[in-house]
């Protein structure tokens, strides 16, 4: 009995230890078009958040520019669904607070809330389509913009004669949609899409 039992612990070999951290992180193809989606996602904010300061803010336009960034962050967000956009519209708004090119920390706020129900309200009433997306992406940047208007002048930074600024930044930024939009969806449509309707 005993001989047997050292034939047995004998045999047993465990295996070697070579794996490494990126040996053992294996993706499954899915998994790796998701991950290039949305790091095609975060390159095309970061890219927009640059045009943005670099270029577009010294160009005006009857007293009023774009907001490319929170164009590019709201098309992302319809076009990605009320789960998966709901939080990007939140992390996102955060991030470009911090980045020094939002007006406040009340942008967050602003974005989140009108970005979110234009969301749900594409999901609700319209069908999925070119239209419907840009349409509810535009309400929310409009939204937005007079949001930011209200609140500027709630806090006395703004004054009243003003609101045609904001106003004609809305519009110019809702322009901006319509060439962005297929960049934008071409991306989305990396890895398949998320949402079910």
Do not use: H
Not at 12 to 37: N, Y
Request: hydrophobic share 50%; proline share 3%; charged share 15%.
């Amino acid at each position: 009995m005993a001989k047997r039992r050292r034939k047995i612990d004998s045999e047993f070999k465990p295996d070697p230890r070579s794996a490494t951290a990126f040996k053992t992180l294996r993706l499954t193809r899915l998994q790796q078009l998701r991950l290039l989606k949305w790091g095609l996602y975060i390159l095309t904010i970061l890219l927009a958040l640059v045009v943005q300061d670099v270029i577009m803010s010294r160009v005006r336009l009857l007293g009023a520019t774009t907001d490319l960034t929170v164009c590019a962050i709201l098309l992302i967000a319809v076009i990605e669904g009320t789960e998966v956009g709901s939080l990007f519209l939140l992390i996102t708004s955060t991030l470009y607070f911090f980045s020094g090119s939002a007006p406040g920390a009340y942008s967050i706020g602003l974005m989140t809330f009108f970005g979110v129900a234009a969301v749900i309200f594409r999901q609700m009433y319209l069908s999925r389509s070119r239209g419907s997306i840009v349409l509810c992406a535009g309400a929310a940047q409009m939204a937005y913009e007079l949001g930011l208007y209200a609140v500027g002048l709630f806090l006395g930074l703004t004054r009243w004669d003003r609101i045609g600024s904001f106003a004609l930044t809305g519009v110019y930024t809702v322009l901006l949609m319509i060439p962005l939009y297929p960049l934008i969806c071409k991306i989305g449509l990396i890895g398949g899409n998320t949402w079910k309707e």
